[in-house]
């Protein structure tokens, strides 16, 4: 149960996870990659509402976590479908060759 | 008095006439228009003569009508008023009958000259103008007499115009409408004065103010008197304003006859005479009026002497006879100088009138060099014409003698500069019968100048252009009767007393002479009809009976002094440099730098400043959305940094 964990704990590993999105979804070049980096970012920020809702009390936080799920599977679908679009298109998904829309 | 028409409807039948001709006009042909055109006119007239019947045989007390307020802003208060008094009835008489046989003159003038357009707009225009010199005339206050003032000018410029293809006709009319406008500005500074001075511009109250307390506004009136007189002026074409009125010619004939000639150009002595109470407050004032009217009516009859084109020598001698008007004015004889606007008006339409048939049947010549012995084929134009030119020289006993003579005799029995300002318009008067008598003999006597075909083309023009000229022809002889002066007995003067209640002088303000004695009189008279005679006989010698050779060999003579009066002393040249020139150059220094240069080059420089700054900035676009992502982090530690740092 999470709520046995104190939540500096939680705290620490979502914030780790929310790092290691961010380093991912900069650094990688491959489309694919940095949506799974964005992934991993957005389940950091889940952890971190079960956390806290955890400390307080509350539902709320899981409430939330709920919707971030949802709302997660959504954007993967679209996300997933643009990338499809993209490579029929320009045969890669390494996102430093895609720059067309400049100044 | 229930029973009788009420003044706002004078004006206003001339003003249905204009909507119906400017809307209708073109799509009902030539017949319908004349219907309207001359119809509005004759109904105007009958209902003016409505109410001047009643009036000039009643108690001649003056009657104001309110219509309506017009607008009321802090103390100032307007009201539409119209106003019947002795002043504005003598106008109403001659304005709407003149008026009237002007309109139907038109009808045979403007017969071939005009397609169906060009004939309703003609004649819509003329009854605009009507209807704008109503209201002028009759109205109650400074600023509804503005109103008519401003629209006459409008018709004015309008009727010049009217031949608006013509690049002549084109320019006179922007030309009399921009030295107007010089006028009219002094007009409203005038205003603006009076306001500020009597807190009103009620003419009842205005002038009650001033003959009440004359010593308090004293000052003031100086220069309010000085401003209106600017606008009299530029209205009346007096030196230097008169510049516009010869160039007016280009309008057709009518147009000249009752606008340039009859009404409208009087309107400044109108004016003039209506604020006499408040130029009589101004003794300097005054003396320049008297001073501009005389140097104008000798200036512009020099001109005269010089012209060839028979209109204009009618234009340069309408300013003369005008300056004539101002300087009865001048001299305090405000009822001679509306006399002689009285009398001119007729003599001065059937001059015009006669030279439009004249030229009618010259095929639209009016070089008088072409013309001669037109006196056979034309008879009715010659012995109207004749009598009008006699009645403009001063022969006793046609009108214009009458009026002169009183204006003569009162600059003759004024103070001060008095027989100076006398001797100038005696002067004058020989000049007038000097040159008409020049026109009609070149015009009239003598052998046919002109070419074969115009010397058969030359016809007596149709029944509705020879009735107003025997009108206006009758009009010219007995017109001056009712002004007789008093040697002829006591109430031989009759138009005197009856502008007297306006005239009325001010209380510690009375004229400083007491009336000339007969013997004087009689010699005056005796005096300016020796001389006007022999203008007259030395013209027809010279002219009619020489053939013109003492005249061609005196000009040749004198090659320069000819060639400096035949060009109108070259004021229009003077004007061009003094004034245009500087304005034309001023208008594109203003266009070339100051448009051009400053306002538009501070828009390009601030378009200029974006795009600019745009070059540079879409640099950060790189297309590369690791860029952009990188971008958000950092501004995301940026927020945190301050969000954490603001706690």
């Given amino acids: 149960m999470i709520g046995s964990i104190p939540l500096f704990d939680v705290l620490l590993v979502s914030g780790a996870l929310f790092s290691i999105g961010i380093a991912g979804a900069l650094l990688r070049r491959n489309a694919i990659q940095i949506f799974l980096s964005i992934e991993l970012m957005m389940n950091a920020a889940n952890l971190a509402l079960l956390g806290y809702g955890a400390a307080l009390g509350t539902h709320q936080g899981q409430v939330i976590v709920f919707f971030v799920i949802a709302i997660a599977a959504a954007e993967a679908s679209v996300g997933l479908a643009i990338f499809v679009a993209l490579f029929r298109h320009t045969e890669t998904i390494d996102v430093n060759k895609i720059n067309l829309l400049k100044w | ?647």
């Fill in chain 2, 1 to 647: 008095m229930t029973s009788s028409l009420p003044l706002w409807v004078l004006p206003a039948i001339p003003l249905a006439g204009f909507a119906i001709n400017a809307l209708l006009g073109t799509r009902f042909g030539k017949s319908f228009v004349t219907a309207v055109g001359v119809g509005a006119a004759g109904l105007a007239t009958l209902a003016a003569y409505s109410r001047l019947v009643p009036f000039v045989a009643g108690s001649h007390a003056t009657v104001v009508e309110t219509v309506t307020n017009w607008m009321t802003v802090g103390t100032l208060s307007i009201d539409i008023s119209f106003r019947l008094d002795p002043l504005s009835a003598l106008m109403l008489a001659f304005v709407t009958f003149v008026a009237f046989l002007i309109h139907v003159y038109a009808i045979g003038y403007m017969h071939h000259e005009a397609t169906d357009a060009g004939y309703a707009r003609f004649f819509a225009y003329l009854n605009l103008f009507l209807f704008a010199m109503l209201t002028l005339v009759l109205a109650e206050s400074f600023l509804l007499m503005f109103v008519g003032w401003e629209g006459v000018g409008l018709c004015s410029y309008l009727l010049i115009g009217y031949y608006f293809d013509l690049e002549d006709a084109a320019a006179a009319g922007r030309k009399a409408f921009v030295v107007n406008r010089i006028g009219d500005y002094g007009f409203l500074l005038g205003m603006f004065g009076i306001f500020a001075a009597f807190g009103s511009l009620n003419y009842t109250e205005v002038f009650r103010k001033a003959a009440e307390q004359p010593a308090q506004f004293g000052p003031a009136l100086s220069v309010i008197c000085l401003c209106l007189f600017i606008g009299a002026m530029g209205k009346s074409a007096q030196v230097p304003l008169y510049v516009w009125l010869p160039d007016a010619m280009a309008g057709p004939t009518p147009v000249s006859a009752l606008i340039h000639a009859a009404t409208m150009v009087t309107a400044g002595v109108y004016m003039v005479a209506r604020c006499n109470v408040l130029f009589r407050l101004a003794p300097e004032v005054m003396l320049f009026v008297a001073g501009i009217g005389c140097f104008t009516a000798l200036f512009a009859g020099t001109i005269a002497i010089a012209q060839n084109d028979l209109k204009k020598v009618l234009a340069y001698s309408t300013i003369s006879q005008l300056g004539y008007m101002f300087l009865a004015c001048g001299v305090g004889a405000f009822a001679v100088g509306m006399f002689h606007v009285m009398t001119h008006a007729c003599f001065k339409a059937c001059l015009f009138l006669g030279a439009g048939s004249v030229m009618h049947a010259m095929s639209g010549d009016l070089d008088v060099r072409h013309m001669g012995g037109l006196k056979a084929k034309m008879p009715i134009t010659y012995w109207t014409f004749l009598a009008a030119t006699l009645a403009i020289a001063g022969i006793p006993p046609f009108a214009g003698f009458f009026s002169k003579d009183a204006i003569l005799s009162s600059s003759f029995e004024a103070p001060g500069l008095g027989r100076l300002l006398w001797f100038v318009g005696l002067f004058t008067a020989g000049l007038t019968a000097f040159y008409m008598f020049r026109i009609v003999s070149l015009t009239f006597f003598g052998e046919f100048r002109g070419t074969k075909e115009q010397a058969h083309h030359v016809h007596e023009s149709p029944s509705s252009m020879t009735f107003p000229l025997v009108v206006l022809g009758l009009l010219s002889v007995v017109a001056g009767w009712i002004g007789l002066p008093a040697v002829f007995g006591e109430h031989a003067n009759v138009i005197g007393p009856f502008l007297a209640p306006i005239i009325a002088p001010i209380a510690g303000h009375e004229a400083a002479h007491e009336a000339l004695p007969h013997a004087t009189e009689w010699l005056l008279m005796a005096v300016s009809v020796a001389v006007a005679a022999s203008g007259l006989y030395l013209a027809y010698a010279w002219y009619a009976k020489q053939g013109g050779r003492t005249p061609a060999r005196l000009a040749a003579s004198y090659p320069g002094v000819y060639a400096l009066v035949a060009d109108k002393y070259r004021i229009d040249e003077l004007y061009d440099v003094l004034f245009v020139r500087p304005l034309a150059w001023l208008a594109r220094t203003l266009w070339k730098v100051v448009d051009v240069l400053i306002i538009d080059g501070l828009l390009n420089a601030a378009a200029f400043l974006v795009e600019l700054t745009g070059d540079f900035l879409r640099f950060l676009q790189t297309g590369n959305v690791r860029n952009y992502a990188l971008t958000f982090f950092l501004g995301l530690i940026a927020l945190l940094i301050f969000v954490v740092g603001a706690m």
